[in-house]
Each structure stands twice: as structure tokens, then as C-alpha cells.
């Protein structure tokens, strides 16, 4: 059974940590070895995208205390930004007194478009797919059959009308692919376009895009969490205090956009980085969750904060997210297979209920700071530690600067020189 609270990760060397982390998880020197070489070769990557020059690596850190549905589990995170990984695992910390994150997600349904153009009558038209529905979707469903062993799929077909654009109008059908444990853009895409011709003959029109929609609002995943409103206390502030500045904080992002976005994007901090790390389509994750955010016409929060009938304090998040286990990216690229390996997921219903768990732990960090002493503190001894590197220290010169720079509320590189040279 892994366990995520590893006491003093914070503390270790990069190599104690690793040791740790083999420890808990059961991993293998090669599982470690993938993180510790970045994972591929020049000659991998060269198979994997075009024009390849070299690599461009990013830092792997391990976000603890994550308890989800019941299961501890350690999460990666790929990313270059100080204090998210502290953060996540802070709040993670806290859920747990409250059960940690209860996650669900839909079945893994996601959503080809065509595009027919070219119809006399919209109407007719529609109503004809309708009547051949059925043998649509059998024809969709017989093109991957690996899929459909797994229990996958084609699910359901729909056609809407755009009677007004700049082409005037046209038609849309919507087919529905369970794609299980894949991220499913191949099996959408090729779907899609095997079904083209038919839809054609169907129509009299023509299909013009065949391509799945980044709007997988019908592959979403939710996460809750109930933080104790006692363990929310630190320093001067109560933990009532604590609670309503982080409803107040949401309160913003739920009526204002300019806020949402700001808001959002620390749920995307979460999320995103282990959507990298576990060799996934960032972009795809990036465009639907901001596509949901403004399904009701007007762009808002993602997230939602309130209290409980005991005063605690309640976080929800609900949000498209097409990730997956078995294909691209997450296959190829030992460092991804390390992540899941070190996640124990099985499914990518399983990883899409962890990523969406740490998006709130990670929303939840970003509020409680601005909501309380303000996000610059936290951030202050890391960015410290960089301005530290800048003025040229290195080895225990790098802590030694920047603490005192962190004391003095001095960070900038003149006085990291200086306190360099004292030293
Ligand atoms: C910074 O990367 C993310 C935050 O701006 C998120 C937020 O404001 O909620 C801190």
C-alpha cells in the first residue's frame, strides 16, 4: 500500500528523495532512471515530432499527502513554477482531516464533430441521420475493435442546425465515442472520418471538418473536499477567517472574469502539471476546461467554495478532462509511464480523478494565501533562492543567501551579491 506522507521530503537531498519514493511506491531503478535522464533520447523525440534539435526539460516534483477516494497516492507534477508543489501538498494535507478528495467521473465519452455543408434543407436532413442512427453507429462502432474489446465504443449520434454563419447554414452531427482508457482523439478522428461518406450520401451535402471537439463536456470529472474549519487556523487568523476570505475569493471568480480566469488558471497550475507528467495533451485539457468555464454564456469559476451545516469549509471542481493511460505520449515516454506507475492507476477514469483533485488542492492553496497574508510571502524564499543562483552562489550558499535576504524582505540581486561577498 503506497503511502503520500513521507515526513521530511521537503528537507532530503534529490537522492534521498528518490530513495523514499522507491520505497513507497514499489519503484524499479529504471522506473527512477526515466526521471533522473529526463526520460527520452534524441532519437526517441526525433520520432516523435518534427524538425527535432534536442530537448527542453522541465523539474519533476512529488506532491504529497494526497488521499483520494479513500487511496493514498503520490502525485507528479512537471513544472517550472515555484510553490505549486508546496502548495498542493499543504492542502492535501489539511483535506485529510476532512477524508481527503471524493472524486467521480462520467464514462469516458468523447465527441467527434462533422461538419456538413452544401444541404438544401437542414431540416430534412437532420431528421434523415436520425432514421439511419443506428446503422451510423454500427458502422462506427466496428472501426477499432481493440477499443471495443476494452468495452468501448460508439455511443450515441446527434445533429444540430446552424442556420446562421458566415456560410450561411449548415449542419453539425456530433458522434459519441466511449474511448476507455485512451485519450481517444485518433479513435474520434478516424471514426469521423470513415462515417463521412455515408453522412454524404445520407444528406446530398458534404462533410467538410471531421475532427473530435475539446469541449468534452461529456467526459467530465469531479472532485469535493470538507476542510475542518479548526485546521484551517495559522499564524493571526482564526479558521473562520480563513474559510469566508476563501469564499470571498470565490465569490469574485464566480461573477467577475477577469478574476475567473486568474482563478482558473491556479486550478490549471494543478492540473496541467500532472497532465505533463504523465505524457498528455495539455493543450486539449487547457481548451476544454475554459470552454466549460463559459458554457452558461458568461465566463466564471470552475471551482466552487462554501461551508457545510458544521461550518467547515466545502471545495468543488467540475471540469471536462480527456486524459489518458495506454496510447501517444503516456506509451512511449518512460518518464509518463513512471508517473502513472507511480500513481497505480489503472484506468484513465482513475488518473482524470486525481488530476481533478489536485486542481482544487491547488485552487485552494492560491486562495487561502490571497486571502490571507497575501501570495508574495510564499513565494519569497523560492524566488529568493533563485535570485541567490542569479548573483552566483552555489552549493549551502544558496539557503545561506537567500535566508537572509528572506529576513531582511530584500530580495534583489545587488544585496544577494553583497551578503555572497560577506560570506
Ligand atoms: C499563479 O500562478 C496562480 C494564482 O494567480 C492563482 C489565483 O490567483 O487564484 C495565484
Not at 208 to 236: E, G, Q, Y
Request: charge should be neutral; charged fraction near 20%.
Amino acid at each position: 500500500m503506497t503511502t503520500s506522507r513521507i515526513s521530511g521530503f521537503y528537507n532530503m537531498t534529490i537522492e534521498e528523495r528518490r530513495q523514499k519514493l522507491a520505497d513507497a511506491a514499489a519503484l524499479t531503478p529504471p522506473d527512477l532512471g526515466a526521471w533522473t535522464s529526463g526520460g527520452i533520447s534524441a532519437e526517441a523525440a526525433d520520432h516523435m515530432i518534427e524538425n527535432v534539435v534536442g530537448m527542453h526539460s522541465l523539474p519533476l516534483g512529488i506532491a504529497l499527502n494526497f488521499m483520494v477516494n479513500g487511496k493514498d497516492v503520490l502525485v507528479p507534477m512537471t513544472l517550472e513554477e515555484p510553490s505549486v508543489v508546496a502548495g498542493a501538498s499543504f492542502m492535501a494535507k489539511l483535506a485529510r482531516a476532512g477524508g481527503g478528495y471524493q472524486a467521480t467521473t462520467t464514462d469516458p465519452l468523447m465527441i467527434g464533430q462533422m461538419q456538413v455543408i452544401n444541404v438544401t434543407n437542414l431540416n430534412e436532413a437532420k431528421l434523415k441521420i436520425y432514421e439511419k442512427k443506428a446503422e451510423l453507429l454500427a458502422e462506427a462502432d466496428s472501426i477499432d475493435p481493440i477499443l471495443k474489446k476494452f468495452g468501448g465504443g460508439a455511443r450515441d449520434l446527434e445533429v444540430r442546425i446552424f442556420n446562421d454563419s458566415p456560410i450561411g447554414g449548415f449542419l453539425v452531427v456530433h458522434l459519441i465515442y466511449d474511448v476507455r482508457d485512451a485519450m481517444g482523439a485518433n479513435a474520434v478522428n478516424t471514426a469521423c472520418e470513415r462515417l463521412a461518406p455515408k453522412i454524404e450520401a445520407i444528406t446530398g451535402g458534404k462533410v467538410h471538418l471531421r475532427i473530435l471537439s475539446n469541449l468534452a463536456d461529456r467526459r467530465i470529472a469531479r472532485a469535493r473536499c470538507t476542510i475542518p474549519v479548526k485546521s484551517l487556523a495559522f499564524d493571526n487568523f482564526s479558521g473562520e477567517q480563513v474559510r469566508d476570505g476563501i469564499i470571498a475569493a470565490y465569490a469574485f471568480a464566480a461573477v467577475d472574469p477577469y478574476r475567473a480566469a486568474t482563478h482558473n488558471k491556479g486550478i490549471m497550475n494543478g492540473v496541467d502539471s500532472v497532465v505533463i507528467a504523465t505524457g498528455n495533451d495539455w493543450r486539449a485539457i487547457e481548451a476544454g476546461a475554459h470552454a466549460y468555464a463559459v458554457k452558461n454564456g458568461h465566463y466564471t469559476s470552475l471551482s466552487t467554495w462554501g461551508k457545510d451545516s458544521e461550518g467547515n469549509l466545502v471545495g468543488t471542481l467540475e471540469m471536462p478532462m480527456a486524459v489518458g493511460i495506454v496510447g501517444g505520449a503516456t506509451k512511449v515516454h518512460p518518464a509518463a509511464q513512471a508517473a502513472v506507475k507511480l500513481m497505480g492507476v489503472k484506468t484513465a477514469n482513475e488518473l482524470a480523478e486525481i488530476i481533478v483533485s489536485v486542481g482544487l488542492a491547488q485552487n485552494m492553496a492560491a486562495l487561502r494565501a490571497l486571502a490571507t497574508e497575501g501570495i508574495q510571502r510564499g513565494h519569497m524564499s523560492l524566488h529568493a533562492r533563485q535570485v541567490a543562483i542569479a548573483a552566483g552562489a552555489s552549493g549551502d550558499l544558496v539557503e545561506k543567501v537567500a535566508a537572509q535576504m528572506v529576513v531582511e524582505k530584500v530580495v534583489r540581486i545587488d544585496r544577494a551579491e553583497e551578503i555572497l561577498k560577506s560570506l
